[in-house]
């Protein structure tokens, strides 16, 4: 279960060297847009210290690599080789810039002995959207994401909520056709000034099935936290619906009624994944609210 996910610049050693406290499930080292041109082989050859930094607090490490041809495969050998768990892969427009990025590390990580990086495809710009079912079925892909700033200026558009949520929720229903996981929020995260919006746009997220979210400052880490983590009351009818399957399993009957409200296979399905997730959440944190 990845809820949060923080953007760290690679360069920042002041923000390096709070990351691991700020709670976040998963750190993006960017060796991209939060790197100017003249820092970015700089950047990266930190990355094995910058990310074993990050990891202290126990948090998944992701290298957000440069798409630029002389910088790609080299960001994600320094990446496989200083330990991150995965990469988040801008601009992606087709599986086979995947299918090459996998061609190249194959070898590093067998002579390394350490597990394949994991990737994230970054969709951001128009054609990429309506191509993300099979990016999100390319080799390693972990989760789909939407570089929402990217979209709106390919598109001539500003990045508001209204310009953004259907791009993204193509994104989003692409991500959930491959299997695997979607990251965001229906907005973008470049204004995290207003939380009581963010906090709405992060609960509107999880209701859509969204797994989690990126963001670039670490006061909203809470917020996603708190936000695509089930409540006690969610937890508490999720477990009656369990309780209550049994009792009709042993009546003959598949369907059946919970406080009133009609329970058959797709919501039993929904609260045993419920029931899973806060035991993940709960395991996070230590039993502790999350």
Do not use: W
Not at 93 to 98: F, I, Q, S, T
Not at 268 to 286: C, D, I, M
């Amino acid at each position: 279960m990845i809820r949060s996910l923080l953007y760290v610049p690679g360069t920042s050693e002041r923000f390096i060297a709070k990351a691991h406290e700020r709670g976040a499930d998963a750190i993006v080292v960017d060796l991209e847009d939060a790197v100017t041109p003249e820092r970015k082989v700089e950047a990266r050859d930190k990355l094995a210290e910058t990310v074993a930094a990050v990891r202290r607090g126990g948090a998944l490490v992701f290298v957000r690599i440069n798409n630029d041809p002389e910088l790609l495969l080299p960001d994600a050998q320094s990446a496989c080789r200083a330990g991150a768990d995965g990469l988040y892969v801008p601009k992606v427009g087709d599986p086979a810039l995947l299918a090459h990025l996998a061609a190249d590390l194959a070898p590093i990580e067998a002579a390394l002995g350490r597990r394949p990086l994991a990737f994230v495809p970054l969709i951001e710009d128009p054609g990429a959207i309506f191509d993300a079912r099979a990016i999100g079925r390319g080799p390693r892909v972990l989760a789909l994401s939407a570089g929402a700033e990217d979209i709106a200026t390919a598109m001539g558009a500003e990045p508001t909520p209204d310009v953004l949520r259907l791009p993204k929720l193509l994104i989003h229903m692409a991500a959930k056709a491959a299997g695997v996981l979607s990251f965001g929020l229906l907005r973008t995260v470049a204004d995290y000034g207003d939380r009581a919006a963010l906090a709405a746009a992060a609960r509107e997220a999880r209701q859509f099935g969204f797994d989690g979210a990126s963001c670039i400052h670490p006061s909203v880490v809470p917020v996603l936290n708190e936000a695509f983590a089930p409540g006690e009351a969610e937890l508490d009818f999720a477990r009656r619906v369990v309780d209550a399957q049994a009792d009709a399993r042993r009546d003959g009957r598949g369907a059946f009624l919970v406080d009133g409200r009609f329970v058959d296979a797709p919501i039993l399905a929904r609260a045993k994944r419920l029931l899973a997730l806060g035991a993940t959440v709960s395991s996070k944190t230590g039993g502790r609210d999350a």
